[in-house]
């Protein structure tokens, strides 16, 4: 396994991070109980979650995925230094959770201490806005014309930010939380807080987390080549696209249990015919060299110049050894070309 710097945190990450949304639905603790062994076993030492999870969210599956890590952090009190667990606050929305409210100082204060009380730790590595307060252009919303910019008030936002830049540095001050990110969030997201950090001695965003694959690469150029030049990490979330990159929902297909099975809080927006077509077409080359699709997915994301930690799920072990093993794989130029060809007649095809 190979390990990448956490943005400036001082915190090596590996190149895997084990993705945990779906236990409380689709898997139980059992199972992320043998997911966290193999994880660590094969020398991935970071592992995401978040208050909101498990997946699809649900006032019942609300802090399901912390409480099962913290059961396991609980009975593996000497393994907590080997890893590095991110969590993060969810946003506005969800009338479940502060009453759908914005991110605030005190929103950030009171649910840190309720992350901290569900995964049984006295620190959180890695704490991170879900999503900004605003609308941000991300779940299908990237298109031109389905946001008005200019509608938002830019300086209420601006305040807003410091606002939770200081809840964070409660959190930091306090030893409860070590380092903050974003998720979900934007080039100017970004500036603005590293901004707002430098100005006001505020703790500084060491990371970004936000949906990157071969079906959804928006963030390459600008905003990864921000990451680069600002040593702030991103980590890609849901590199194989809810699965479709695996191949499992070609020809209309729904396996039993698998994601694309269960209510999607915004829909099924990535099942389109140019998806499908896209991944046929990938699926190809991947077997052309003997590996999986998802793999083939996985190893192009891994590769890509900018990314520091890919954040991978399964609902199985044969999954999640599948999807680890890609990260051990080099795509050699040939077959970058291969799939550089299908990503260019398929850029942004949901």
């Given at each position: 396994?190979?390990?990448?710097p956490?943005?400036?945190?001082?915190?090596?990450?590996?190149?895997?991070?084990?993705?945990?949304?779906?236990?409380?639905?689709?898997?139980?603790?059992?199972?992320?109980?043998?997911?966290?062994?193999?994880?660590?076993?094969?020398?991935?030492?970071?592992?995401?979650?978040?208050?909101?999870?498990?997946v699809?969210?649900?006032?019942?599956?609300?802090?399901?995925?912390?409480?099962?890590?913290?059961?396991?952090?609980?009975?593996?009190?000497?393994?907590?230094?080997?890893?590095?667990?991110?969590?993060?606050?969810?946003?506005?929305?969800?009338?479940?959770v502060?009453?759908?409210?914005?991110?605030?100082?005190?929103?950030?204060?009171?649910?840190?201490?309720?992350?901290?009380?569900?995964?049984?730790?006295?620190?959180?590595?890695?704490?991170?806005?879900?999503?900004?307060?605003?609308?941000?252009?991300?779940?299908?919303?990237?298109?031109?014309?389905?946001?008005?910019?200019?509608?938002?008030?830019?300086?209420?936002?601006?305040?807003?930010?410091?606002?939770?830049?200081?809840?964070?540095?409660?959190?930091?001050?306090?030893?409860?939380?070590?380092?903050?990110g974003l998720?979900?969030d934007?080039?100017?997201?970004?500036?603005?807080?590293?901004?707002?950090?430098?100005?006001?001695?505020?703790?500084?965003?060491?990371?970004?987390?936000?949906?990157?694959?071969?079906?959804?690469?928006?963030?390459?150029?600008?905003?990864?080549?921000?990451?680069?030049?600002?040593?702030?990490?991103?980590?890609?979330?849901?590199?194989?696209?809810?699965?479709?990159?695996?191949?499992?929902?070609?020809?209309?297909?729904?396996?039993?249990?698998?994601?694309?099975?269960?209510?999607?809080?915004?829909?099924?927006?990535?099942?389109?015919?140019?998806a499908?077509?896209?991944?046929?077409?990938?699926?190809?080359?991947?077997?052309?060299?003997?590996?999986?699709?998802a793999?083939?997915?996985?190893?192009?994301?891994?590769?890509?110049?900018?990314?520091?930690?890919?954040?991978?799920?399964?609902?199985?072990?044969?999954?999640?050894?599948?999807?680890?093993?890609?990260?051990?794989?080099?795509?050699?130029?040939?077959?970058?070309?291969?799939?550089?060809?299908?990503?260019?007649?398929?850029?942004?095809?949901?």
């Amino acid at each position: 396994m190979l390990y990448n710097p956490l943005g400036r945190s001082g915190i090596n990450v590996s190149r895997v991070c084990l993705g945990s949304m779906t236990w409380g639905v689709q898997n139980n603790q059992a199972d992320a109980d043998e997911q966290i062994a193999y994880a660590l076993d094969h020398g991935v030492n970071f592992i995401d979650t978040a208050e909101m999870y498990a997946v699809p969210p649900t006032p019942d599956t609300y802090g399901k995925t912390e409480q099962i890590i913290g059961d396991w952090l609980a009975r593996n009190k000497q393994r907590r230094d080997e890893l590095v667990i991110a969590t993060k606050i969810a946003g506005n929305g969800l009338s479940w959770v502060r009453n759908g409210q914005d991110i605030t100082r005190q929103a950030v204060i009171e649910a840190v201490d309720h992350s901290l009380q569900r995964l049984q730790t006295d620190v959180i590595d890695l704490y991170q806005l879900h999503w900004p307060n605003r609308t941000s252009p991300h779940f299908a919303k990237q298109w031109p014309g389905m946001i008005n910019f200019s509608d938002a008030n830019t300086q209420q936002h601006i305040d807003g930010m410091l606002d939770i830049l200081l809840g964070l540095n409660d959190c930091v001050q306090a030893g409860k939380i070590k380092h903050c990110g974003l998720s979900d969030d934007t080039p100017w997201g970004i500036s603005q807080y590293l901004r707002l950090s430098e100005q006001y001695n505020l703790p500084r965003m060491v990371s970004i987390q936000n949906e990157f694959s071969l079906l959804h690469a928006k963030d390459w150029p600008y905003l990864i080549e921000q990451c680069i030049h600002e040593d702030v990490a991103y980590l890609p979330w849901s590199p194989l696209a809810t699965g479709l990159l695996s191949g499992k929902y070609q020809n209309d297909a729904r396996p039993n249990g698998s994601r694309w099975t269960l209510v999607q809080r915004n829909g099924l927006f990535r099942d389109t015919k140019q998806a499908h077509h896209a991944v046929s077409e990938y699926a190809e080359i991947a077997h052309s060299i003997n590996l999986s699709p998802a793999q083939l997915a996985l190893a192009w994301c891994n590769q890509v110049d900018g990314v520091s930690s890919t954040i991978i799920g399964a609902t199985s072990m044969t999954q999640l050894k599948d999807n680890i093993a890609a990260f051990s794989i080099t795509l050699s130029p040939t077959v970058i070309e291969q799939i550089n060809n299908v990503f260019r007649r398929y850029p942004m095809p949901f």
